[in-house]
């Protein structure tokens, strides 16, 4: 079953410093999606791109953040120079196109900035 | 304003008993999506069951089905026969047809099955 792959699982960075997550959507999505979540909170929405370009972003989403699909299946997340309060678990997400289909999602990157 | 409302708090449910985890949501949007996620303690987040707005007939998928009450605004997952390995947190989450992709989720349900 196809499915999203992120990495790296775990990444420890010092404050200040830039971290680039990695995403593979499935193959045949359209949308591609990046969520965070602090840890015990609920699942925030960073970020959407369609046709390779942001086609959302939310106001969590600053001048830090960037996306890129350098390639026809990479999907990355970079934050330039990290905070403490960027720790959380990094969700990747795709799906097909319109409405009613589902977002499936990676197995997430747990970011601990330090 | 909170689009998705999910106040239960943490629940303890008997192995193979059925448990209702509720949900509520606010939109003005005639056209959206209602999602339920499972994220178990290893931390991925796993689609159970979607709604669209104009479905006449709630979803059901295998063990789970989603009770919508479109006047009230709410779209309660149903799990019967309750699995130790279904204890989990659970997210609704809502897409509205706004031309936007972006699922907006609610705080969760805790739900622990006991043998």
């Known amino acids: 079953e196809p499915e999203v792959t992120q990495t790296p699982s775990h990444q420890v960075t010092q404050m200040g410093q830039e971290v680039i997550l990695r995403c593979v959507p499935i193959?045949?999505?359209?949308?591609f999606y990046w969520y965070r979540q602090i840890l015990g909170q609920k699942v925030e929405f960073l970020v959407s791109?369609?046709?390779?370009?942001?086609?959302?972003k939310s106001e969590i989403f600053d001048d830090q953040f960037s996306v890129e699909r350098p390639d026809g299946s990479n999907f990355t997340l970079k934050i330039r120079s990290t905070k403490l309060e960027d720790s959380a678990m990094y969700f990747c997400?795709?799906?097909?196109?319109?409405?009613?289909?589902?977002?499936?999602f990676g197995q997430g990157t747990r970011l601990t900035v330090v | 304003a909170q689009k998705i409302t999910q106040t239960q708090p943490g629940m303890f449910v008997q192995e193979k008993e059925a448990v209702t985890l509720d949900c509520t949501y606010d939109?003005?949007?005639?056209?959206?999506?209602l999602f339920w996620y499972k994220q178990p303690s290893s931390g991925e987040m796993i689609f159970l069951i979607y709604?669209?707005?104009?479905?006449?007939q709630n979803a059901t998928e295998g063990r789970y089905s989603l009770n919508f009450q479109k006047a009230r605004k709410s779209a309660n997952l149903v799990i019967s026969a309750s699995q130790l390995g279904d204890s989990a947190m659970y997210f609704c989450?809502?897409?509205?047809?706004?031309?936007?992709?972006?699922?907006?989720f609610g705080k969760g349900n805790q739900v622990v099955v006991i043998p």
């Open positions: 997400a795709s799906s097909g196109p319109g409405q009613n289909t589902e977002a499936f």
């Open positions: 193959s045949n999505h359209l949308y």
């Open positions: 791109f369609y046709n390779n370009e942001i086609s959302e």
């Open positions: 939109t003005s949007d005639p056209s959206y999506g």
């Open positions: 709604q669209g707005s104009y479905d006449q």
């Open positions: 989450a809502m897409r509205e047809g706004n031309g936007n992709n972006r699922l907006a």
